[in-house]
């Protein structure tokens, strides 16, 4: 009741409008929903944020905003569920770079926010590793690629 989780899959379809969401919960789609190119989910977690925007009898208008680690998914899930493409999508992290406002309908707002990585004390060469930079803006990759070497057991990495 007061954190609830939804199984949600953004839509893959390249279409500018009318992105397809299917009916059907995460839980009872068969194989060939999930693995198509249709939102899945998208009704459950509209209805919890259209139980958000009620207070008691009358409706109020909300913000929610989508937060996250660099190319997780958060564009591609406000342009699911508005069934449009409101934000930019890629396959390299950077491409929201500012926060935009999406309307949802009446009563929702969604906000779409760059990547965030939290800062910590792990050396500058892990960035990479938290997908804070694109691989083709690395200057020198070796940093990064033994970053990923010491964290692998070496029975893992020698292949054999």
């Known amino acids: 009741a007061e954190f609830p989780t939804v199984a949600f899959k953004a839509c893959t379809q390249q279409q500018s409008r009318n992105l397809k969401q299917s009916r059907l919960s ?10 198509g190119g249709a939102c899945v989910g998208a009704d459950c977690l509209l209805r919890v944020l259209a139980n958000y925007s009620r207070s008691g009898e009358v409706k109020t208008t909300i913000t929610v905003g989508v937060v996250g680690y660099p ?6 899930l406000i342009n699911s569920l508005k069934r ?3 934000c930019g999508v890629g396959a390299m992290p950077g491409v929201t770079r500012c926060l935009q406002a999406v309307q949802l ?3 929702i707002q969604l906000l779409d926010c760059p990547g965030v990585i ?3 004390a792990a050396p500058p060469d892990a960035a990479p590793l938290r997908g804070a930079l694109a691989p083709q ?3 020198d990759p070796l940093g990064p690629a033994a970053a990923i070497l010491r964290r692998c057991p070496p029975e893992q990495v020698g292949g054999g």
């Open 84 to 86: 449009s493409r409101a």
């Open 71 to 76: 190319n997780v998914g958060k564009s591609s």
């Open 118 to 120: 939290m800062d910590s």
């Open 137 to 139: 803006r690395l200057r």
């Open 26 to 35: 995460v839980a009872t789609a068969p194989e060939e929903v999930l693995s």
């Open 105 to 107: 309908d009446r009563h």
